[in-house]
């Protein structure tokens, strides 16, 4: 229960950054064309709110809802997701949206994806400066890496470490990043038992890997950083420090095969084989009604050599940009695999973005996946959907180019069109999450 609520607490402050800077980018933009901005929210308020103020001599509302599905500004003379008909059958005014040119306009819808990769690419140059930049070698995974069952089928093996794809030699495995370049490569090339092994990939491979959770997962000992008190593993002995090799005779374990034989094992004793300060033992356990013993395994960062770079204040700002740049292309490249059947049954929810967040309270990997989220946020809000902001950039590059206006009426039903699109969509990834939850 106290890592879900950690999750969904990471989550929830994380979205409202996101949101807030969104919609602070289209209302700046709305500011300083002198568009008057009628309210400010963060989460929706049908209804009512749970907070709302107006300060004196201001002509806008700021205000938290209680719907934590996003926020909007209400930008007057503007067709959005209020439907305000009425106040669009009044005289046009000097101060409303539909006054002002196409251009500023379209800077005002653009605002807010832009800052969210503003504020993405400030976050990871703030990140290079504080911390540096780290990454694991593929060559310094000494257990190698461990394959879904579709990897398996196309040559793969539990331990191999990736050398090159296409010819093109991989210096680290990332999920962001690297991963796509493995999956839509014809030919990968591993290290399997100090020897290159050359994999054909199949047709139809890239495609098959988008409905599984889990792609390439690092190998790596599982070594106890915390033993919880009252917890089973308190209760048996166990000490930090600890490495943990096998279970009930298996040895040679990985940290992911290890919590799986646990799982398989709940609520009966086991045998654990260890190590601890290069004496072998055998340990008795009882995992607990969820398959755990009560600790927290180190990281593989923790165990594996890696590579740090660190930054001065100006020198982290280009590294930034290259690290979101990075980023929105490999993202980029995932967007066109979400149309095939494989990237439907890939889609989550709220449950799912939530459950990328660390169990466990890190500045530096919530800030990273913020960052993360920040420019999924400003690439989906620019696909041509109408009620997002790419579909109102959609209207209005229509517009520049023909020099008409589409008319308000089109603009209404493609504004509702619009909305049910979204609203079939998110009831359909969260209705994903529930499935995979209670059925997978």
Known sequence: METVLIKALQFILSLSILVIIHEWGHFLFARLFKVRVEKF??????????????PKKSETEYGIGWVPLGGFVKISGMIDESMDKEALKQPPQPWEFRTKPAGQRLLIMIGGVLMNFVLAFFIYAM???????EYLPAGNVKMGFSYNEIFKEAGFENGDIPVSYDGISVEMVDVRSELFNLI????????????????????????????EKTHINYRYPFVIEKVNGGAPASK????????????????DMATEEIIAALTENKEKEVTLHLYRRGQALDVLVTPN???????????????????KKHYGFFAAFPAGIRMGVEIVQAYLKSLKYIFTKEGAQSIGGFGTIAGIFPEQWNWAAFWSMTAFLSIILGVMNLLPIPALDGGHVMFLLYEVVSGRKPNDKFLEYAQIFGMILLLALLVYANGMDIFRAFFQ
């Open 289 to 307: 009604e969820f398959g755990k013993i009560g600790v927290v395994s180190r990281s593989p960062y923790a165990i594996y050599e890696t590579v």
């Open 127 to 133: 990140m290079a400066f504080a911390w540096g930049e």
């Open 184 to 211: 839509e490569a014809k030919e990968v090339t591993v290290l399997r038992k100090g020897e290159r092994v050359n994999i054909q990939l199949p047709a139809g491979f890239n495609t098959k890997n988008l409905s």
């Open 41 to 54: 929210y963060l989460f929706f308020n049908p209804w009512f709110s749970l907070f709302k103020y107006k």
């Open 236 to 251: 048996a002995g166990l000490e930090s420090g600890d490495s943990i090799t096998g279970v009930n005779g298996v040895v």
